[in-house]
């Protein structure tokens, strides 16, 4: 158990449709990173967040967004979404912002789109 | 071309062999590196982490970086079937905000 954890574990939704996932992350981890896993393209990296503030970006689409609350807990909302936008979405914390801090990865959201 | 490469496999040994798992990548300025183990349904568990090049043992498992070359590479010593899993390797530069870049992962099978 890596102390991360995602809920909820599976969500079964239309295209068009709105979603949030929520992490929680281990007891003292202030860096929360968002990941999406597909077939096609592996595990790529989304968004980072740093006690409250965005620290990275990587390619995520505008209709993404997150966020994470004054208790480190944080939140992927996925909008308008489309067929593609199936796939495992992964959150991960580290202790701090620093650069290589390892990272865990709780056991993911399967988000599938019908 | 991706940042990192993976073989894919499926990779399939025999209980108890040395099993070699390898990575490159085209970034130079990658420092950190790590292997992580995924079961299926699971998220990816980090294995190891070692910082810019050099050998580093945890058990029966043993990561090395060759920034010379860009490679990578875990091997695992006596392999048991618990270790049937997807291998990533991920790498991440200094200053890069410490987002991973992962391979596509290695698909490993032990048999008995």
């Known amino acids: 158990d890596s102390g991360v954890t995602q809920t909820p574990k599976h969500l079964i939704t239309a295209t068009g449709q709105r979603v949030t996932l929520r992490c929680s992350p281990r007891?003292?981890?202030?860096?929360v990173y968002w990941y999406q896993q597909s077939l096609d393209q592996g595990l790529q990296f989304l968004i980072q967040y740093y006690n409250g503030e965005e620290r990275a970006k990587g390619n995520i689409l505008e209709r993404f967004s997150a966020q994470q609350f004054p208790d480190l807990h944080s939140e992927l909302n996925l909008s308008s979404l489309e067929l593609g936008d199936s796939a495992l979405y992964f959150c991960a914390s580290s202790p701090g912002r620093g650069d290589g801090q390892p990272q865990h990865f709780g056991d993911g959201t399967r988000l599938s789109i019908l | 071309q991706k940042e990192v490469e993976q073989d894919p496999g499926p990779l399939s040994v025999p209980e108890g062999a040395i099993v070699s798992l390898n990575c490159t990548y085209s970034?130079?300025?990658?420092?950190?590196f790590m292997w992580y183990r995924q079961y299926s349904r699971k998220g990816p568990e980090l294995l190891m982490y070692?910082?810019?090049?050099g050998n580093k043992e945890d058990g029966r498992f043993t990561a090395q970086v060759d920034k010379s070359s860009k490679y990578i590479s875990l091997f695992i010593r006596d392999s048991q079937p618990s270790d049937s899993a997807t291998y990533l390797c991920?790498?991440?530069?200094?200053?890069?905000?410490?987002?991973?870049?992962f391979g596509t992962g290695t698909q490993l099978k032990v048999e008995l």
């Open positions: 970034n130079s300025a990658f420092q950190y």
């Open positions: 007891s003292g981890d202030l860096s």
């Open positions: 991920a790498a991440t530069p200094t200053g890069g905000g410490n987002k991973l870049t």
């Open positions: 070692t910082y810019s090049s």
